[in-house]
């Protein structure tokens, strides 16, 4: 068996490793055997010598991101098992045969034990994000499991880190195929049908974790005047539109995004005014809007805090664009409200959503809870890995 390099634990700091928790912070760590680097494979101990985990090694603060705790070889045959399993998930969940929709998510980090690790499912392709140096270094690997594990479903593989990677680690890597040449395709989600393009998109080219989402939205828009912020691509504007919103416009900063929306619009039947997709700021947009313009309002901005630093002025951010959304829609209308901050938690967008509510004087209810699907699991040790968090409210 290969000897790795490892990690000895101070006493006592063993104990969120031993309740199966997936990271192991510097600050727990009494010493190293052998001289490992970033990204490479380590193994755990405690203070009396006892295995643990093992993990990747990694930079700062948050030393060990661990992704086993059975002492076994690391090899081609375990990162297999991985995906195999990851892949029973979403079959058991009945999305790898799903009639009507063929877009999901496969790896969701920690969620299947992976953590770093971002895999998607578009069609026959397959687009992987690795978020450490440890996962991106075994994006090979990684791959070849994908398509064994999709048994000739999967032909295309395209690695798609070389943002996350930068962002991360400051280390600068390129994308590129690891299998087949095909980085484009059309999908369908819920029979709906979205262009995704995985090599100039955000992210991995389509947001497939608010799919059960926009199908909830769906069953609110008929005869709505829909205005969907932060639209990117255009996939709560679809369902709108196909559920018979008299109106639907599509707002974003990125005029690629935009374009992508409006293409998307057309690719179910949609065109024209009633259905404007519009390149601009969202607070400028929300603040120059008509008073009663809109019965229906999405917004789903990007994460405002990716740290626990930045968390403070990212609940302020949602308490100001939650205020003006609810100061300006109409009396009888539904806000459908998200946060993806990871280290914002349910409570706390829900108090920030609260205040909103008080600062625009206005008479609100909860009558729905929103979440990420299950093709995004939470694994219990980690709930950390709850991430999305929607409200879905009315307004007097």
């Not at 895999?119 to 392709?125: A, L």
């Not at 995004?376 to 999305?388: A, D, K, S, T, V």
Request: contains cysteine.
């Amino acid at each position: 068996m290969t000897t790795y390099p490892q990690i000895i634990l101070k006493p006592g700091k063993e104990g969120p490793v031993v309740r199966f928790h997936p990271w192991i912070f510097s600050g727990a760590i009494a010493k190293t055997v052998g001289n490992p680097s970033e990204g490479d494979i380590v193994e755990c101990f405690s203070a009396s010598g006892k295995y643990l985990a093992t993990g990747h090694c990694m930079p700062g603060s948050l030393a060990v991101k661990l992704f086993t705790f059975e002492r076994q070889e690391i090899n081609q045959h375990f990162w297999q098992k991985k995906i195999e399993m990851a892949w029973r998930v979403r079959q058991a969940v009945g999305l790898t045969q799903h009639p009507l929709t063929n877009a999901f998510r496969l790896v969701h980090n920690e969620g299947d034990n992976l953590p770093g690790l971002i895999i998607d499912v578009y069609g026959e392709m397959a687009v992987l994000q690795a978020h450490t140096t440890g996962m991106h270094d075994t994006r090979q690997q990684l791959a070849e499991a994908v398509l064994k594990a999709g048994n000739g479903r999967i032909t295309t593989v395209y690695d798609k880190s070389a943002e996350a990677i930068r962002k991360m680690t400051g280390r600068k890597v390129e994308d590129g195929f690891l299998a087949g040449n095909t980085g484009a395709c059309e999908v369908l989600e819920n029979g709906h049908r979205f262009f995704v393009d995985a090599v100039c998109g955000q992210k991995t080219g389509f947001f497939v974790d608010q799919r059960e989402n926009r199908e909830c939205l769906a069953r609110f828009a008929a005869g709505r005047n829909v205005l969907n912020m932060f639209g990117y691509t255009g996939g709560f504007s679809v369902y709108a539109a196909k559920a018979g919103a008299r109106q639907v416009h599509t707002v974003d900063s990125s005029a690629p995004a935009i374009a992508m929306a409006a293409r998307n619009m057309q690719l179910n039947g949609f065109g024209g005014p009633e259905y404007e997709c519009i390149v601009a700021d969202a607070r400028k947009y929300i603040e120059n809007m008509q008073q009663d313009q809109y019965d229906l309002v999405i917004l789903d901005p990007p994460a405002y805090a990716k740290n626990v630093a930045s968390r403070n002025q990212a609940l302020k951010g949602y308490r100001t664009l939650n205020a003006l959304a609810l100061a300006k829609i109409k009396s009888g209308g539904i806000l459908f409200t998200f946060s993806c901050s990871q280290v914002v938690d349910r409570q706390m967008f829900t108090s920030a959503v609260t205040a909103a509510a008080i600062d625009a004087g206005r008479q609100v209810r909860i009558i729905q809870h929103l979440s990420q699907p299950a093709d995004h699991p939470i694994n219990i040790f980690h709930q950390e890995g709850e991430y999305l968090k929607g409200l879905v409210l009315m307004v007097e």
